[in-house]
T-cell receptor
Framework: QQQVKQSPQSLIVQKGGISIINCAYENTAFDYFPWYQQFPGKGPALLIA?????SEKKEGRFTISFNKSAKQFSLHIMDSQPGDSATYFC?????????FGKGTKLSVIP | DVKVTQSSRYLVKRTGEKVFLECVQDMDHENMFWYRQDPGLGLRLIYF???????EKGDIPEGYSVSREKKERFSLILESASTNQTSMYLC????????????FGSGTQLSVL
């Protein structure tokens, strides 16, 4: 079974700090790497995504860093805010079927 | 506002009952998916459909079946509910092709007693 390994399982960051979530994959056929954000009581929603032809993508305070040779990618949340408290899922695909990581519960404390 | 609507937010059923979870999308998406979400296990794909009357097994199809008679509606069926099927069930839809954004419903929390 194709896997995407995500860490840490939970993360506590102070307001204003940097949150970093890491993911690793095995399947070299994967060519699209999205991150989904899920608030309590809601379904996941696409946050940001990257393709392997670039090493970094930034949207506001959210940045994906991608290391193709290491088969790793990470989400950085700069200036973390309490409103960023949510569960974050990395994912990967080489088709229309996404493989998700197990999720990271982020808590940003004031 | 485009959306994926799941018919029930909470559902309580008894062991052995036949359970139907309904999902409707209004984006004219070809692809529809059913996931279950469990703490520490993330999102696991049960079944997906890329066209009306078409279905494909995901990673954990055992104990489930699906029905897609119309493009906008995708149903998940638990033929004989068991306690290990207590979970959050999420429906999603997307346009075909790699890299297409999944749009999720808010989920159905199913408890099987």
């Amino acid at each position: 079974q194709q896997q995407v390994k995500q860490s840490p399982q939970s993360l506590i960051v102070q307001k204003g700090g940097i949150s970093i979530i890491n993911c690793a994959y095995e399947n070299t056929a994967f060519d699209y790497f999205p991150w989904y954000q899920q608030f309590p009581g809601k379904g996941p929603a696409l946050l940001i995504a990257i393709r392997p032809d670039v090493s970094e993508k930034k949207e506001g305070r959210f940045t994906i860093s991608f290391n193709k040779s290491a088969k790793q990618f990470s989400l950085h949340i700069m200036d973390s805010q309490p409103g960023d408290s949510a569960t974050y899922f990395c994912a990967a695909t080489g088709s229309y079927q996404l493989t998700f990581g197990k999720g990271t519960k982020l808590s940003v404390i004031p | 506002d485009v959306k994926v609507t799941q018919s029930s937010r909470y559902l309580v059923k008894r062991t052995g009952e036949k359970v139907f979870l309904e999902c409707v999308q209004d984006m004219d998406h070809e692809n529809m998916f059913w996931y279950r979400q469990d703490p520490g296990l993330g999102l696991r794909l049960i079944y997906f459909s890329y066209d009306v009357k078409m279905k494909e097994k995901g990673d954990i199809p055992e104990g489930y079946s699906v029905s897609r008679e119309k493009k906008e509606r995708f149903s998940l069926i638990l033929e004989s509910a068991s306690t290990n099927q207590t979970s959050m069930y999420l429906c999603a839809s997307s346009f075909p092709g790699r890299g297409e954004k999944l749009l999720f419903g808010s989920g159905t929390q199913l408890s099987v007693l």
